[in-house]
């Protein structure tokens, strides 16, 4: 009887009063389905807590690959027996894809995984600044710009946060959680439970540069690079003292190539020309170097080390 009582209301306000899957956000937007953006829409519709998730790229053929890469990720997670068949369909049935920008004017909350360009961006905030409604919160994934310009862009810096996800984001638990000084506090800690409801790890932090992880890993690999260039150590021997003397699941120059070589300088010249008085923020000849050359690591098959695929070789000599 208590179903039939409540005839009218929606299956999910029912499950929001009997169960915990609630979030205050029905209607979440994604914006970019690149490397990160799709997995970050498919972990949102995975957790079932949102009604719908409205999945945005300006162009069809950017769109058409995201979806692939998706559906091509739930796939696996089926085969993996992971996840159900059930499971795997009602994940996929609450994404919505989608070239028109007006499908996201009523989300509730929306994520912004786009290139990593303030130009960018800047007319990416501007339009939706006025075409959201006024409730909507935006949340920017970037990793290395700031997030108290964007939110001055938005025209709307109280409802503005930084949610950043590492890659790949369906299997990384840690999403650092940003606030600005003009963030709302409330926006903020719902910005904070909503990476709990999709089942990851907050962690808050300031708008500073990097966050907390890149503000202490990027440095760190700068450092590597440096002794390369005094040649204070090998490579090799770089690598194998800090897995070994210091626990890492692989050394810096491991990690930079995995990364690409020409995101690690992007990064760092961003923050060098930003922030010059800070001692920290380094350019390694040896870096500049690579990425002149078109030596990218991982993804070129040549950086500080030689790569087949995914695997790495030995050291470029």
């Known amino acids: 009887t208590m179903f039939k009582l409540q005839g009218r209301l929606s299956a999910r306000t029912v499950a929001k009063r009997f169960f915990s899957v609630s979030s205050p956000f029905d209607k979440v937007g994604v914006i970019g389905l690149g490397l990160m953006g799709h997995g970050i829409c498919q972990v949102a519709a995975q957790s079932g807590v949102h009604e719908q998730i409205v999945a945005f790229e300006q162009e069809e053929k950017f769109l058409d690959s995201g979806k692939a890469r998706i559906e091509g990720s739930i796939a696996k997670l089926v085969a993996k027996e992971k996840i159900s068949q059930e499971n795997a369909y009602a994940t996929l049935a609450r994404i919505h894809y989608t070239t028109d920008m007006q499908d996201l004017a009523d989300t509730d909350f929306i994520v912004e995984a786009v290139i990593e360009n303030m130009d960018l961006k800047q007319k990416l905030y501007e339009n939706l600044g006025t075409l ?57 800690e719902k910005a904070y439970s909503w990476v709990q409801d999709i089942g990851k790890v907050p962690v808050s932090c300031g708008d500073t540069p990097g966050f907390i992880v890149n503000r202490l890993l990027v440095p760190s690999l700068m450092q590597a690079m440096a002794m390369v260039d005094r040649n204070d150590a090998s490579v090799k021997d770089i690598d194998l ?41 380094i350019l390694p000849q040896c870096l500049k170097d690579k990425v002149a050359a078109g030596d990218l690591g991982r993804k070129t098959g040549k950086g500080f080390y030689h790569w087949d695929g995914d695997k790495r070789g030995d050291p470029v000599v």
């Open 241 to 281: 003292s800090m897995k070994l003397g210091a626990g890492h699941p692989m050394g810096p120059l491991h990690l930079a190539d995995y990364i690409g070589l020409d995101t690690c300088l992007f990064i760092v010249e961003g923050w060098t020309e930003k922030y010059s008085d800070e001692p920290s923020f």
């Open 132 to 188: 959201c409604k006024p409730e909507t919160i935006f949340a920017s994934n970037t990793s290395s710009l700031s997030i108290t310009e964007m939110a001055q862009f938005s025209g709307r810096p109280q409802n503005f946060v930084g949610v950043h996800f590492f890659n790949p984001v369906q299997l990384m638990k840690l999403v650092e959680v940003i606030r600005t000084e003009q963030t709302d506090p409330v926006v903020f």
